[in-house]
């Protein structure tokens, strides 16, 4: 690791004004990614602003409905939380099939959302990777692709968004509420949260900087059933292939977004309508566009299957 | 470095020369690929060092650590409690499982300074030879072990474990998200997935589990 100065955040604007004056600066929560990667010198911040102790670590109601998650609250807490496992069980299902027991207990909401790629190539600093060295090129492409993105992808990167449960908020419509260095704040639809890779993989969120994320809002609930499913090559512990987050009515109408496929969690709202008709049609607008390599094209079928699955599952 | 001619070194000093020893390639090797992202931490670039105090198996303990210092290495090599095992360092393998607030975590992902006023519990606070915790006791009846590397912090975990379920925080495999989670075998394996045994204990780790939470192994 390179050395670091460090301080512990006193107030929300307070963090976002220093991170935005200090060269170099980054905050730190969970810690679970950014220590993994500063161990690599792949992140080398020099300043750490320690945000633990801001107290954003409450779940409350809002006037509308819905609820509003503080940016510091635990995954564990998050999925263990008794209104967000009656009426948003997308998500408690999501979190639950992220990471460790261990992880979950350190791993923050805004931490979860800001994780970076497992792309082994981003991982390997013996390899060109234009999100980790902007315009060193890609390895990925045309190297071991197998886990990697088949929507959205550009010619600079094809690495895919690790969350499970941003998949989950995207199914629900959350909101990404965030305050910005002049102390201003703004709400971010989590439809707007993320890039596309493009030219500048490199940025990965519309966060600008020094803006620290407070909390998620999630809408009124939706009803109907919820299912995350995710496929992955060992049961637990593992990354996803290919993840589905779904709401579904009785009547079969609903919501569906994709894991694993994409620089982000990955919806195509034209593509729900289709939902009465089937996972073909809706595989089909879902995955329109999409642009496969030799390894990861086996993402297109399993989307469909594990999308029959998923709404075999919701009929009951 | 220990002088290589001398017999009385142990293990874990051999292990810790031959760590520094790989050490000293690195920078080398990092300056030539990353020479713009690092160029500003090359001119700030002196360790800086910070205070932390917060209780470790009961005891207070006040410690001026070099900010990069993990939890991991702070209770290892200040604290001189080696019980706490570094596998992969990257929070892979839960071989440095420790308890923070009644909260199992992996100590090499957190750093030390971030711990102001903690309660960490490690392996030696569980129980010691003489006067070992049931966990520990049902680990050696069921050989929940073989090399017995991993088994520190597989102990954390499963005692975290039994509290996480008794408090009714679901997992992956509770088919039920409102029900109260049961200890169940398949439970117990998704829950300690956390924890990687190359020996291969794991169905004897789930009996000695099993045991303690009171059912029939």
Redesign the interface.
Known sequence: ??????E?AKSPTEAAAVAART??AKF?A???NL??LM?L?IE?P?H?I?V?GLALDKIEHTPEGGLRIGALVRN?DL??D?RV??DY?LL??AL??G?????R??ATTAGNLLQRTRCPYFYD??MPCNK??PGSGCAAIGGFSRQHAVMGVSDACIATHPSDMAVALRTLDAVVETVRPDGSARSIPIAEFYRLPGDTPHLETVVERGELITAVTLPRPLGGIHIYRKVRDR???AFALVSIGAVVQRDGTGRVALGGVAHKPWRVEAAEAAMPRGAKAVAQGLLAGAKTTHENAFKLPLVERTLAAVLAEAKG | MPNPGDLTLSRRHLLIGATSAAVTTAPTLAKAQAPVANAQAATVGAPSISKVSFLVNGKPRDLQLDTRTTLLDALREHLHLPGTKKGCDHGQCGACTVIVGGRRINSCLTLAVMHEGDKITTIEGLGTPENQHPMQSAFVKHDGYQCGYCTPGQVCSAVAVLDEIKAGIPSHVSADLLAPPQVTAVELRERMSGNICRCGAYSNIVDAITEVSGRKA
């Open positions: 690791m390179k050395p670091f100065t460090y512990r060269q170099g730190i969970g810690g679970t220590l993994d161990k010198q080398t020099t750490l320690d633990n564990t999925a263990a008794q496992r009656r069980g408690a299902r639950l099939a990471a460790s027991g261990q992880l207990n350190r600093s013996n980790r060295q049961a637990s512990y």
